[in-house]
T-cell receptor, first 121, second 110 residues
C-alpha cells in the first residue's frame, strides 16, 4: 500500500524557516517524480514544486521561487521542502504527492494527509 | 503561472449529467495533453479522477469522462450520485515545466 506521511509543520513567525519531510513507502520511490502541493484554508490547490526521480529536474511555482528548495533522498525514501523567508500567505496545508512517472508530468496519483504550516507573529 | 479558469460552482440532480470546464492558454492546456482532474471531499486529500485528458485510473467510475478542445478541457460526470458532491480541480502541465491548477469547482447534487 502506498503511503506518504508528511511532517514538520507548525506555527512559525514571518521571515523564519521551516523544513518539511515526507516519508514514502509501498512503492519504488526512486522510480517516480514527487511534488509538494499546498492548499490555503478554504482555498484551492496550488502546486508548489516538483522534482524528478534523480533530482536532475527541479521546478518551482513563481510564488516560492528563490525561497523554497525541494530535495529528495532516494536511499531514505524521503522528500523534503526547505522553506525560508516565510510569509503569512504561505499559510496552508502542504501535501506531498507522487507523480505517475519518473519525470514531472503533474499527475498526482497518491497524496499524503498534509502538514499544516501557519505563518503568523 | 495564472490559474486555469473553472466555474466556481455547478449543480445537478441525481441521475443527470454535468460538465465542468477548465480554460487555460496555449502554454498549458492548449499545448499538451497532460490535463488531469481531481475530486476532493471536505477534509480529505484530493483524488486523481482523470489523466491524459480522458483516461481513468483503475477504480474510477466510468461515469467520469474528460475531453479537450483547444485551450479548454472538460470533465463530465454522468448519472450524478450524491457521493459525487465535492470540489473538482483541473490541472495542466505547462511549457515552463511547472503545473497549474484551476481555481476549483464546487459540485452540488440537488
Amino acid at each position: 500500500e502506498v503511503q506518504l506521511v508528511e511532517s514538520g509543520g507548525g506555527l512559525v513567525q514571518p521571515g523564519r524557516s521551516l523544513r518539511l519531510s515526507c516519508a514514502a513507502s509501498g512503492f519504488t520511490f526512486d522510480d517516480y517524480a514527487m511534488h509538494w502541493v499546498r492548499q490555503a484554508p478554504g482555498r484551492g490547490l496550488e502546486w508548489v514544486s516538483g522534482i524528478n526521480w534523480n533530482s536532475g529536474s527541479i521546478h518551482y511555482a513563481d510564488s516560492v521561487k528563490g525561497r523554497f528548495t525541494i530535495s529528495r533522498d532516494n536511499a531514505k525514501n524521503s522528500l523534503y521542502l526547505q522553506m525560508t523567508s516565510l510569509r503569512p500567505e504561505d499559510t496552508a496545508l502542504y501535501y506531498c504527492a507522487k507523480d505517475t512517472g519518473y519525470s514531472i508530468l503533474g499527475y498526482f496519483d497518491y497524496w499524503g494527509q498534509g502538514t499544516l504550516i501557519t505563518v503568523s507573529s | 503561472q495564472s490559474a486555469l479558469t473553472q466555474p466556481a460552482s455547478v449543480s445537478g440532480s441525481p441521475g443527470q449529467s454535468i460538465t465542468i470546464s477548465c480554460t487555460g492558454t496555449s502554454g498549458d492546456v492548449g499545448a499538451y495533453n497532460y490535463v488531469s482532474w481531481y475530486q476532493q471531499h471536505p477534509g480529505k486529500a484530493p483524488k486523481l479522477m482523470i489523466y491524459d485528458v480522458n483516461k481513468r485510473p483503475s477504480g474510477v467510475s466510468n461515469r467520469f469522462s474528460g475531453s479537450k478542445s483547444g485551450n479548454t478541457a472538460s470533465l463530465t460526470i454522468s448519472g450524478l450520485q450524491a457521493e459525487d458532491e465535492a470540489d473538482y480541480y483541473c490541472s495542466s502541465y505547462t511549457s515552463s515545466i511547472t503545473v497549474v491548477f484551476g481555481g476549483g469547482t464546487n459540485l452540488t447534487v440537488l
